[in-house]
């Protein structure tokens, strides 16, 4: 993105302006920010589903406001919605992951392969036969993803997937996310509310009142006091915990973002009283 700013209709205050950013292939990136900032509209921008008023957004190559363009865009860039009933419409799970790469034009032995494929992968095999909306809120943001994946984009958006969801159902995903990190061939944009999925992440921006004000690493960012306070933004709670253990005189070491981590450093040879 070169300069972008993003305006609907006649508003008078544009939801994106003056922003400049580069994503490499690879990369896994959490986007945060306070509601309205602007987090939804970076990510259309992104698979060309809103393009610029103003400057130009370009997607391994290819200039998005080219209409010529947008087919081969939507092609790399799968995004994945905030609510799983918005994107979710066969009759079951098996029709639901081939669907995306059957208006893709694939073969149907190609298809079925990576419908198998995928059902492994995402633990679906026990629901191949079962229709989307009878799922578990979890379950239906799993199949909406492995839906996606099936069509083998390059980069995947996911727009607050858990924010709707339940804890177990964020446990889900959370484990879907955490495997898609170790994937160096799959960028990642995931836009997140919750302070301990930023962490899964290793590149964070803030988005705030429409510009990106921050780019930098999870750490960096938890280290700020004033700045996540004027961002709406927390820290993870294991992390408020870690540092009251540190004062207090327990050897926990800094970067603990999770409760598991935060565990692990009170094991026994690990933690304790310094």
């Known amino acids: ?9 006649s508003s008078a ?3 994106l302006r003056g922003v400049d950013l580069t994503i490499e292939a690879g990369e896994a990136i959490a986007v945060v920010g306070p509601s309205g900032s602007g987090k939804t509209s970076l990510l259309r921008l992104m698979n060309a589903l809103v393009v610029p008023t103003g400057g130009r957004v370009t997607v391994d190559g290819l200039v998005t406001s080219d209409e010529s363009n947008v087919w081969d865009v939507r092609r790399r860039v799968g995004l994945i919605f905030q609510n799983p009933d918005n994107q979710l419409v066969s009759t079951t799970v098996e029709r639901e992951l081939a669907f995306g790469m059957e208006n893709l034009g694939l073969a149907p032995p190609e298809i079925r392969e990576r419908v198998e494929e995928a059902l492994v992968r995402f633990r679906l095999q026990s629901l191949r036969h079962r229709a989307p909306h009878r799922l578990s809120g979890g379950e239906k943001q799993r199949v909406a993803i492995a839906a996606v994946l099936a069509m083998r984009p390059a980069c995947l958006l996911l727009d607050e997937p858990t924010s709707l969801l339940d804890a177990a159902g964020r446990r889900e995903v959370w484990r879907m996310l955490e495997e898609l990190r170790t994937d160096s061939s799959k960028t990642v944009v995931h836009v997140t509310q919750f302070p301990d999925e930023i962490g899964l992440s290793s590149r964070v921006l803030v988005v705030f009142e429409g510009q ?4 930098s690493t999870p750490e960096r960012l938890f280290e700020l006091d004033e700045e996540l306070s004027r961002w709406c933004l927390r820290r993870p709670a294991a992390m408020d915990i870690a540092r009251e253990l540190r004062d ?6 800094k970067g603990v973002s999770t409760l598991d981590g935060l565990v692990d450093a009170l094991a026994p040879g690990h933690g304790g009283a310094a």
């Open 248 to 253: 207090a005189g327990y050897a926990i070491p």
């Open 13 to 15: 205050t544009p939801a």
């Open 212 to 215: 990106v004000v921050f780019d």
């Open 1 to 9: 993105m070169s300069d972008v700013t993003l305006t609907y209709g």
